[in-house]
């Protein structure tokens, strides 16, 4: 007599091993982990983050001097800088120190983020992550560099040039500093554009095709964004911006079509 095994014995593996092997396959690191354990792993990954941002913040802290210097450069050698209240100059080099802090540690930041939600993963994501992230930080580096070396320079010398020979160009430190901060980190957020349409492309959200036939609208926006963005009201700082955003925005949307969405 012959007898006839059951299908999932004569296969090399059950069903059940083959979807737990596929489920391991694509979520390689993944971990069984208590709600006390991914407190504690946050806890980990945030002392990292805080502790890398601290000692970042004293660095800049000791050499806030040289690093202020350099944020005053836009200003241009008219301007004159003053404090009108005691200490006022101290307290801006705190807030200098954190900001420019914030930047040295954002590297370890974006590690430490990475690294907590790396597990739960799968490889598809995986493959994306470190694209953004990575571009993420390098198109929000160039926002702060275009910010620093364009627009602040073009509106600040507005700002000259209108009152010439009116008043005299005496700014207080901590104003100027707002208004500088201001400009680098919005400008720097600004400049994510193609991420957000890498991951709207990804999503299946919005088509490239859907992207590029919408070019005129966007142009508008790019305007509106100019000036909300910028402080003056110059058209010359606004149509850099504008420009800018413009360029990043069709850079965005070539991405998305060559990884074929």
């Not at 201001?182 to 957020?189: A, D, E, K, Q, R």
């Amino acid at each position: 007599m012959t007898v006839t095994r059951p299908d999932f014995e004569q296969e090399d593996n059950p069903p059940e091993a083959d979807d737990a092997l596929d489920s391991k396959n694509e979520f390689p690191d993944e971990v069984e982990m208590t709600l006390g354990e991914h407190l504690e792993e946050l806890r980990t990954r945030l002392f990292w983050a805080l502790g890398t941002f601290i000692a970042a913040t004293i660095g800049c802290f000791i050499f806030v001097k040289p690093i202020v210097d350099l944020l005053q450069k836009p200003a241009g050698t008219t301007v004159k800088f003053i404090q009108t209240i005691p200490g006022e100059f101290f307290f801006v080099s705190f807030k200098v120190a954190a900001y420019s802090g914030l930047m040295v540690a954002a590297p370890m930041i974006l590690y430490q983020i990475v690294r907590f939600v790396l597990p739960g993963l799968s490889r598809r994501e995986r493959k994306l992550i470190l694209p953004i992230v990575v571009g993420s930080s390098v198109l929000f580096v160039v926002g702060v560099v275009f910010a620093f070396m364009v627009l602040a320079p073009a509106a600040l010398n507005f700002f000259v040039s209108y009152g010439d020979g009116v008043v005299d160009q005496t700014w207080t430190i901590e104003r100027y500093f707002d208004l500088m901060f201001v400009m680098l980190i919005s400008t720097g957020i600004v400049f994510q554009v193609p991420i957000l349409q890498v991951l709207l492309g990804v999503s299946g959200i919005v088509t490239s095709e859907r992207m590029f036939s919408v070019w005129r609208y966007v142009s508008v926006f790019a305007v509106v964004l100019g000036a909300i963005v910028t402080p003056s009201t110059d058209p010359l700082t606004q149509t850099f911006l504008a420009g800018a955003v413009t360029v990043l925005y069709f850079g965005g949307a070539g991405a998305v079509k060559l990884i074929g969405k």
